[in-house]
């Protein structure tokens, strides 16, 4: 049994990519169909910010997962199991859930032993410790106050605190709810987190130990304690819009002021060609490479000359057997903040040496739309990435038509609305606290 095993996975090693299914729990979107009609039009889902008091931060603004019910998505899960779980586990799962339904990839398409799973979050349960910290806090004076709320898991004083404290039981509760026995782990990479995920499962994949990984990303950052740390950064990081919610975050406008953040999760399922094919199954986008990089320089700066980004970005398409000039569409970071977004204009100048700005490839950021996740940011980029190679359409970026340029940003943003086109070639990029940098190059399928 041995060496068949070890055979088949000879016969698998170097079999291609596919992205086959894709689940979202996001601010007004939690079907791939509705996901992709936001992003690619450039429909913002931020709103007035309800899930906390934000304290002195005078954060207004966030996008936040509402009427959130996991019976609809998991079906399956004893109410004795869920009141015991936290938010972002049961967000998390129904993501996973979403994701294998919309590959097809049921428990009886697939050994449960070739299938594996990865998440990317960059805090874990934050919010839940928040929570619970507060909960213990003023635990002698609760006892009968209305504001209690009956079966509460936000304290510390019971077995499953310890579970729901761990960053990794969001995906270790999924693998156990969807039989998925392969390796099982979590990452937390800041927002390029998403990206190494995916280049980690392909390697999976690829190295014939898997048919199958679904990746997940999942964030909760709406909490005083993060608004606070961000804030602490200094002026333009988080977003002082309070007039429009939906116009928080203008990436590469003049009066753009940073970013405001989003809570929810997305999944996408990868899975080796031939296993796919054999179940007649067909794909949104095909992975070509992934390249990551840090920059070991400041913990909080990036390359502003432009030169080390586009040295990834060309090594990324190398390992593909592209080139630069065989890119489509760049889906970019985008965060608003003054240096990100130039920072990545300059990419473009360093990667096109020599062409006009009009020549340059289209760069869309699709942060506006629910805002910025963290560790499920580059799989927000991934999953918009894979739909607009499907559907063969480039994403919109939302409140840039309206507003003036940053001169150095000044070029195709696709400013005017969802563009439909040829597009074979896509690169999603993604930026982190910690000198890190990653590219993602993904086909059409």
């Known amino acids: 049994m041995a060496a068949q095993a ?91 859930e979403e994701a294998r339904r919309d590959a097809g990839l049921g428990s009886g398409e697939i050994d449960p032993l070739r299938l594996s799973l990865i998440a990317s979050s960059s805090r874990g349960p934050l919010e839940w410790v928040s929570q619970a910290l507060r909960e213990d806090d003023s635990v002698s004076n609760r006892e009968g106050h209305e504001d209690h709320e009956a079966g509460s898991t936000a304290h510390f004083g019971d077995s499953g605190a310890m579970l729901r404290g761990m960053p990794g039981a969001p995906a270790t509760l999924s693998a156990i709810y969807g039989d ?166 300059r990419m473009l100048g360093a990667l096109y040496e020599g062409r006009p700005r009009s020549a340059w490839p289209p760069l869309s950021s699709v942060k506006p739309v629910y805002g910025h996740l963290l560790g499920a940011a580059a799989l927000v980029n991934a999953a918009a990435t894979s739909l607009a190679l499907h559907h063969q359409c480039l994403c919109s970026t939302a409140n840039y038509a309206d507003a003036v340029p940053d001169p150095e940003c000044d070029h195709d943003h696709v400013a005017e609305g969802a563009r439909a086109t040829r597009t074979e070639l896509a690169v999603s990029l993604a930026f982190a606290i910690g000198s890190q940098t990653s590219v993602l190059a993904l086909g059409a399928a």
């Open 180 to 345: 998925v026995r392969g390796l099982v782990t979590t990452l937390s990479s800041a927002c390029v987190g998403g990206h190494h995920a995916i280049g980690f499962a392909a390697d999976l994949i690829r190295a014939g130990t898997a048919d199958a990984v679904v990746v997940v990303g999942y964030e909760f950052p709406l909490t005083p304690l993060v608004f606070q740390s961000f804030q602490a950064m200094g002026d333009r990081v988080l977003s002082a819009e309070s007039a429009d919610p939906r116009r928080a975050i203008r990436p590469y406008t003049r009066d753009r002021e940073g970013f405001a953040f989003g809570e929810g999760a997305v999944a996408l399922c990868l899975e080796r060609e031939s296993h796919a094919r054999a179940r007649g199954a067909g794909g949104y986008a095909r992975f070509l490479s992934h390249r990551a990089l840090n920059e070991a320089t400041h913990p909080f700066g990036m390359d502003m000359s432009g030169q080390i980004t586009a040295s990834a970005v060309a090594g990324a398409l190398q390992d593909a057997g592209r080139t630069p000039r065989d890119v489509d569409w760049f889906c970019a970071h985008g965060t608003a903040t003054p240096k990100n977004d130039v920072a990545e204009s």
């Open 6 to 96: 070890e055979s088949a996975a000879r016969k698998n090693r170097g079999d291609s990519v596919l992205v086959t299914g894709i689940g979202v729990m996001l601010p007004g979107a939690t079907h791939v169909n509705e996901f992709w009609q936001d992003v690619r039009d450039g429909n913002s889902r931020l709103g007035r910010l309800t899930r906390c008091v934000p304290g002195r931060t005078g954060v207004r603004v966030a996008g936040e997962l509402r009427d959130f019910d996991h019976r609809k998505f998991l079906p399956e899960l004893s109410e004795k199991f869920a009141g015991r779980y936290t938010r972002d586990a049961l967000v998390t799962m129904s993501a996973v």
